[in-house]
């Protein structure tokens, strides 16, 4: 009998290029995503040393990070710093003959959503990208991780990065999601279960039979979040679901049998039954409550029924949010709302928001921004009447990009201001300097957006029909 | 990169957990196309007021501190974001070496890439050393990679570090000229996974 085996294993052994006695392992790298904001020193790096790009056409690029999403600023970028690093991206690319969506033609969005929907991930694959929320890849049984500029350079000279294979964590999670309750709610369920560190050093998969009902949506939302539990990567294994989506991608259409003869190889991808992890988690969903951040970290999280609790050490997290120990989050007035970002800036997030929204009004003390997470998802939003139902609600109906998730661009709070969002990171001053994050799903930030204040979605919609 | 062997220098106690590279480098600072210079953002919103002036009460505005080599913190320091700009303001501020109970992963390789120790203690030797270096007159440590060793106030105390990290800082080497030694290796795999699976060049 052969050693049974994690899907982790599997795809990292059949990327092996070499080991090193330092326990390091040289890792094939078969996709690679770049954005504007930390490429530019890689490719000065191999400028400089008069290195090339190794396999330009493994290579693919988007503006996304600092880009405006007004739509009067898309062409004439107003900040001179963003716009060289745009020109720049676009510079680089041509010059090294790696394909790229730049502002100005509908693919480009979020790089964490347009690669999949173009049909670049593709399961047993490993994906790196100067971004930590490149474990959202994982959600195709692809073995996906961020990493900084010096490991770019890394991998556009080599097509390989110098790797320690991490130890490997399973989360199985069990039960039908309740009404209103999302993957976003159970991703940040997880984190307030095993803390902002809890896998440092580790993957994470996620199995169980409530992944498997997830959309691949849903489940590249979850996987999204793996980094703010510290795990690199998440990963799932693949199933029919991520076969019917690959069938109909940009880059895999044209060639049918191609994608036959992969499946079969695919299907042998998951995790042995008897595989060993260094670690296991276990969560049952059938109770969970929707889910938001009252500090400074995303393990920060209480159900929205729940009180903050008192706990050393979150002072600092308190003071910044003006909140207190034994506090209720419902009904905590906000002033802005952020739909958006490669954790929740899919088309099936904004048909959620939007049945929320639908007929109703935006509270007139909230100014409330739709970033859909790419201009094929916002094109898909109006050709379905969300953005009229958004528009109409009183929501500025935005262009693709990273916008308020990391405050690059324009889209950023003011101190002080307190925000409903979507995204994944409630930092201090992530969303601007002295902006207050409250983390939570697409259906309860729009729930925020009716009532003008953090409210249980599911008071205001009922039982879903 | 210079090897890195030991350093010597001012700690300053940072006595939080979870410090991310949001309040390490903020967003504003990202938008550059060189490496240098991104020291004067470092801790921004710790070490400035809304109108740029200077926080008086920060540990890195305030003799001796001002000119640390060392960071002593809670544990997770540098979790969050994979910005290299989190390490390229830390080594332009003058900091080599960070002692906390835990990394972000994707920051402490990025700290490695750049020349910056990252020193893993138990939370109580965290808590030690920053109440050492709180102090002025014994703020002053002395780290020895080769050893694992931090001195402070004449004790010596020992550290661990990740074995390949250990070996990158020692030998100042530059990674990617070590992996295009092995281009033959890479080309071999390329070939038989062409073969093999041929959708994963498509």
């Known amino acids: ?465 | 990169m210079e090897p890195v062997r030991t350093i010597d220098g001012i700690a300053a106690p940072l006595p939080d957990r979870n410090i991310d590279t949001d309040q390490i480098i903020p967003a504003s600072y990202l938008s550059t196309v060189t490496r240098t210079g991104l020291g004067a953002g470092l801790f921004h919103a710790r070490r400035y007021d809304e109108h740029g002036n200077t926080k008086a009460d920060f540990v890195l505005n305030k003799t001796p501190w001002n000119g640390a080599s060392i960071i002593v913190a809670g544990d997770n320091f540098g979790c969050g974001s994979s910005r290299e700009h989190a390490p390229w303001a830390l080594k332009d501020f003058g900091i080599r070496c960070i002692i906390a109970p835990s990394f972000g992963d994707i920051f402490r390789n990025n700290c490695t890439k750049n020349g910056i120790l990252t020193a893993a203690v138990e939370t109580r030797l965290a808590d030690h050393l920053m109440a050492v270096a709180r102090n002025p007159s014994s703020c002053r440590f002395q780290v020895d990679l080769n050893n694992q060793t931090i001195r402070a106030k004449g004790k010596t105390y020992d550290f661990s570090v990740d074995e390949a990290d250990k070996n990158w800082l020692l030998s100042g080497l530059d990674e990617i000229s070590l992996s295009l030694r092995d281009s033959d290796r890479i080309d071999a795999y390329e070939q038989s996974w062409r073969a093999a699976a041929p959708w994963r060049f498509a």
Not at chain 1, 140 to 149: C, P, R, S, V, Y
Not at chain 1, 167 to 175: P, V
Not at chain 1, 397 to 418: H, I, Q
């Open chain 1, 1 to 465: 009998m052969p050693e049974p085996k994690t899907m982790f294993d599997r795809i990292w052994d059949d990327h092996l290029v070499r080991s090193y006695p330092d326990g390091t392992d040289l890792l094939y790298i078969d996709r690679h995503l770049l954005h504007e904001v930390m490429s530019p020193q890689a490719f000065q790096g191999l400028h400089d040393t008069g290195r090339h790009v190794r396999r330009p056409e493994a290579t693919f690029a988007v503006s996304d990070h600092n880009v405006p999403t007004l739509p009067e600023h898309r062409f004439e970028i107003p900040n001179a710093a963003s716009r060289l690093q745009v020109e720049t991206m676009a510079a680089n690319a041509r010059e090294h003959g790696i394909d790229y969506f730049g502002l100005g033609d509908e693919r480009q969005g979020i790089i964490h959503v347009v690669a999949p929907e173009q049909g670049l991930i593709l399961p047993g694959m490993t994906v790196v990208c100067g971004d930590s929320h490149t474990s959202t890849h994982g959600a195709f049984g692809a073995i996906a991780f961020g990493i900084g500029t010096s490991e770019i350079e890394h991998v556009l000279a080599t097509q390989t990065l110098r790797q320690k294979k991490p130890r490997q964590m399973r989360i199985s999670l069990s039960g039908h999601l309740p009404d209103w309750v999302t993957e976003k709610d159970v991703a940040l369920a997880v984190i307030a279960q095993i803390s902002t560190a809890g896998a440092t050093g580790h993957m994470i998969e996620y199995a169980g039979d409530t992944v498997s009902r997830m959309s691949l949506s849903g489940r590249m939302t979850l996987c999204n979040m793996a980094i703010e539990s510290g795990a690199r990567c998440g990963l799932i294994a693949p199933d029919r679901k991520v076969f019917e989506y690959l069938k109909s991608r940009p880059r895999l259409a044209s060639n049918p049998e191609a994608l036959e003869a992969a499946m079969d190889s695919w299907s042998h991808l998951a995790s042995d039954p008897e595989a060993r992890f260094d670690n296991a988690v276990a969560l049952d969903v059938t109770e969970l409550e929707p889910m938001v951040t009252w500090g400074t970290s995303p393990e920060h999280t209480i159900p929205i029924t729940g009180r903050i609790p008192h706990s050393a050490g979150t002072e600092r997290a308190l003071s910044y949010t003006g909140l207190s120990a034994g506090q209720s989050l419902d009904d905590l007035p906000i002033d802005t709302v952020f739909i958006g970002s490669c954790t929740n800036g899919r088309i099936e997030d904004l048909r959620l928001a939007a049945e929320i929204v639908r007929g109703r009004h935006v509270s007139d003390k909230v100014r409330a921004l739709v970033v859909p997470g790419s201009g094929l998802v916002r094109a898909q939003a109006e050709r379905e009447g969300l953005s009229e139902i958004f528009v109409r609600a009183g929501f500025e109906w935005r262009e693709a990009g990273c916008s308020m998730c990391l405050g690059m661009n324009e889209d950023r709070l003011s101190p002080g201001e307190r925000c409903a969002s979507t995204s994944n990171r409630n930092f201090e001053g992530r969303q601007g300097p002295g902006g207050i994050t409250h983390l939570m799903s697409p259906a309860m930030a729009a729930a925020a957006a009716i009532e003008g204040r953090v409210t249980d979605v599911r008071r205001l919609m009922g039982a879903r029909s």
